[in-house]
T-cell receptor, first 114, second 113 residues
Framework: KAGVTQTPRYLIKTRGQQVTLSCSPI?????VSWYQQTPGQGLQFLFE???????NKGNFPGRFSGRQFSNSRSEMNVSTLELGDSALYLC?????????????FGSGTRLTVV | DQQVKQNSPSLSVQEGRISILNCDYT??????FLWYKKYPAEGPTFLIS?????DKNEDGRFTVFLNKSAKHLSLHIVPSQPGDSAVYFC????????????FGGGTRVLVKP
């Protein structure tokens, strides 16, 4: 079966611009979470969506937002990009939301802000 | 406040020997712990997990041990293989954190042939 698909794989943006990243979860998975990986901060939780509702949110500024559609696909948006937003953005999906077990990660979107 | 820590950034081991990766946590409300393996330019891959009601879980070459009183867990890989060379992350969830995964900083493992 198809895994978690993230698009695009690579992206270069200029400071001040905005960006939208997309995540298609595994079929049947209703929970989608987003994580940011940077060399300095490691892997940090951004937010989690389940059945189109945000269930949990990490400690990121309001420039970071997300949404989930009725087909469980999710998008995250970063507005007014800063150099520090350069990171690997990972999406993970799960059939349920119990304990983080069963999360499958996508290959990520590498965002570079110049 | 780093709630999950992996104090060894790297580990080098000979093929066939045991790899032991360590992880410490501070939040006693965590009730589920997981290990992920990550190759460059790929997402983390789930390896093994353990619930806080257990102290050991085994899956093939991978065994995870949990010491709740010490707030410490470890991953044993026996025997280590060159394909195990990757970055390993421990993660925790539960309590007020809900289902979000709190990750450690990772340990880079190099298995030498």
């Amino acid at each position: 079966k198809a895994g978690v698909t993230q698009t695009p794989r690579y992206l270069i943006k200029t400071r001040g611009q905005q960006v939208t990243l997309s995540c298609s979860p595994i079929s049947g998975h209703r929970s989608v979470s987003w994580y940011q990986q940077t060399p300095g901060q490691g892997l940090q939780f951004l937010f989690e969506y389940f059945s189109e509702t945000q269930r949990n949110k990490g400690n990121f500024p309001g420039r970071f937002s997300g949404r989930q559609f009725s087909n469980s696909r999710s998008e995250m948006n970063v507005s007014t990009l800063e150099l520090g937003d350069s990171a690997l953005y990972l999406c993970a999906s799960s059939k349920n939301t119990a304990g983080g077990y069963g999360y499958t990660f996508g290959s990520g979107t590498r965002l570079t802000v110049v | 406040d780093q709630q999950v820590k992996q104090n060894s950034p790297s580990l080098s081991v000979q093929e066939g020997r045991i790899s032991i990766l360590n992880c410490d946590y501070t939040n006693s409300m965590f009730d589920y712990f997981l290990w992920y393996k990550k190759y460059p330019a790929e997402g983390p891959t789930f390896l093994i997990s353990i619930s806080s009601i257990k102290d050991k879980n085994e899956d093939g070459r991978f065994t995870v041990f949990l010491n709740k009183s010490a707030k410490h867990l470890s991953l044993h890989i026996v025997p280590s293989q060159p394909g195990d060379s990757a970055v390993y992350f421990c993660a925790a969830s539960g309590g007020a954190a809900g289902n979000k995964l709190t990750f450690g900083g990772g340990t880079r493992v190099l298995v030498k042939p």
